[in-house]
DNA sequence: AGAACAGTTCGAATATCATGGAACTGATTG
DNA sequence: CAATCAGTTCCATGATATTCGAACTGTTCT
């Protein structure tokens, strides 16, 4: 009987434009995002990038507070995806857009993923 | 002969997705580029918003350092302009997800406009 | 139970950003 | 030329973010 502690997500009506645009805006949770994003689901372990865990921990943290990523936890990894549904539901198009104007940078970051 | 000193404008080919993200994901900002673009063109002295002159030039230089504005002068005014054209073409979708995503936070700060 | 592992939380240093008063610039008007 | 006006620049202050090592929590495996 193990009570699983999960980091807090918005539900999708406390979803905060100004957040989620915060958090959107940052290079690292970008490159983030799009990994999860072409992947369907991700641990935060399984990245390429170049930075310690608690940085990385970060990062997610704010993009699970913003309402951009779910976790559920799987064994003793925790597996992040977009939540695409609500983010398209509430900012129709924003998400598409970024990872169409986003992928540039990403790329430029990370060359050869 | 007078030369006329404008603030710096990056070029389309410079303007940089997180420097656009980034500028649009401040509440002040939001609301002058909305007003902005329903009116076509403001000068930066006809705003509602309730802000001293020096706070609201420093948004006014984020939103035209990151290529959002564009700002010509006109007599003693200067004139700012949503540089629609430019953002469509390098993000396009984006400016019109924010411009929806948008109206309720800034509606919600400046309820009657 | 104990070791190993994924990831979080804590805490502190550093950097970046927003705010706003005061002085300044460039243009218009009297 | 002097006064005024729009807006910027300068500067200091406080707030918010980023980074990362070290300690901690919850899970699995032996």
Redesign the interface.
């Known amino acids: 009987m193990s009570k699983i502690v999960l980091p807090t997500e918005p539900e999708c009506a406390n979803i905060?434009?100004?957040a989620?645009?915060?958090a959107?805006?940052?290079?690292l949770r970008?490159s983030i995002v799009l990994s999860v994003l072409c992947e369907g689901e991700k641990t935060c372990g399984s990245f390429v990038i170049q930075a310690p865990k608690s940085t990385l921990s970060h990062h997610f943290r704010v993009l699970r507070e913003s309402g951009v990523l779910s976790t559920r936890r799987q064994g003793k990894e925790l597996i992040n995806t977009v939540r695409k549904n609500d983010l398209d539901f509430?900012?129709?198009?924003?998400l598409?857009?970024?990872i169409?104007?986003?992928r540039?940078?990403v790329t430029s970051l990370y060359p050869h993923p």
């Open positions: 905060s434009f100004l989620v645009m915060h959107l805006s940052d290079p970008l509430l900012f129709p198009g924003l598409d857009a970024v169409n104007g986003a540039p940078v």
